[in-house]
C-alpha cells in the first residue's frame, strides 16, 4: 500500500520570508500532485510532477520530485497572505490518488 | 465545458436515514472516483468506476456504504443507516482514462445528528 507523509501539518508563515513543505511516499508513484485546498473548498490541482528531477513553477511556488529519495517538495518564495490554505501532496499508482495528511499554512505579517 | 458537479454541497442527516450523494462528471469523462475526507484528514480513495461497472471498491466500508455509475445519469454514493462517524466531506473525481488526471468537484459535505 502506497503511504504518503507530509510535513510540517501545521507552518505559520511570516509574509516575505521563504518556506518549505516535504512530502515522502513509501513506494514506487507513477505521478505526484500537490493541491490547494481552501476552508470548505474543494481541491485545486497545483502541480502534476511526472519523472525524476522534475521541477515545475507557478508564482510563489515551486515544486520538484526526487523519485529515488521518493521525495516531492512544495518551496514557497516570499510568503504574501493569500497563500494561507491547506496543501496535499499525493502520489498514485494507475489510478489510486494516495495522500498526505495536508499541511495547514497561515501566513502572518 | 462544466467541471465535475456534485450534489447537494450540503446534507444533514439523522442517523439511521440514508444518504444519497450525486456526482455529474465533467463532460467526456468516464471514470469517476469517491473520496472522503474526515475533519482535519487528507482524502482517502473509497471507490472507482466506469460507466455502469464497479472497477476497485476497496476503500469502501463492507457494510451501509454503495456506489453506482449507471449508463444514464450521475454516478451515486450511498450510505444507508447513517451513524455519527459517517460525518465528512466525500469529493467525486473524474477523468476520460485512468491514466490521466482526474478533477475534482465541490465536494458534499454530510453532516449526521
Known amino acids: 500500500e502506497l503511504k504518503v507523509e507530509q510535513n510540517p501539518l501545521f507552518l505559520s508563515m511570516q509574509e516575505g520570508k521563504n518556506y518549505t513543505i516535504y512530502c515522502n511516499y513509501s513506494t514506487t508513484s507513477d505521478r505526484l500532485y500537490w493541491y490547494r485546498q481552501d476552508p470548505g473548498k474543494s481541491l485545486e490541482s497545483l502541480f502534476v510532477?511526472?519523472?525524476?528531477?522534475a521541477v515545475k513553477q507557478e508564482g510563489r511556488l515551486m515544486a520538484s520530485l526526487d523519485t529515488k529519495a521518493r521525495l516531492s517538495t512544495l518551496h514557497i518564495t516570499a510568503a504574501v497572505h493569500d497563500l494561507s490554505a491547506t496543501y496535499f501532496c499525493a502520489a498514485t499508482n494507475d489510478y489510486k490518488l494516495s495522500f498526505g495528511a495536508g499541511t495547514t499554512v497561515t501566513v502572518r505579517a | 465545458n462544466a467541471g465535475v458537479m456534485q450534489n447537494p454541497r450540503h446534507l444533514v442527516r439523522r442517523r439511521g436515514q440514508e444518504a444519497r450523494l450525486r456526482c455529474s462528471p465533467m463532460?467526456?469523462?468516464?471514470?469517476v472516483y469517491w473520496y472522503r475526507q474526515l475533519p482535519e484528514e487528507g482524502l482517502k480513495f473509497m471507490v472507482y468506476l466506469q460507466k455502469e461497472n464497479i472497477i476497485d471498491e476497496s476503500g469502501m466500508p463492507k457494510e451501509r456504504f454503495s456506489a453506482e455509475f449507471p449508463k444514464e445519469g450521475p454516478s451515486i454514493l450511498r450510505i444507508q443507516q447513517v451513524v455519527r462517524g459517517d460525518s465528512a466531506a466525500y469529493f467525486c473525481?473524474?477523468?476520460?482514462?485512468?491514466?490521466?488526471?482526474?478533477?475534482f468537484g465541490q465536494g458534499t459535505r454530510l453532516t449526521v445528528v
Open positions: 463532460k467526456g469523462h468516464s471514470h
Open positions: 510532477l511526472l519523472s525524476n528531477g
Open positions: 473525481a473524474s477523468s476520460p482514462d485512468r491514466s490521466l488526471e482526474a478533477f
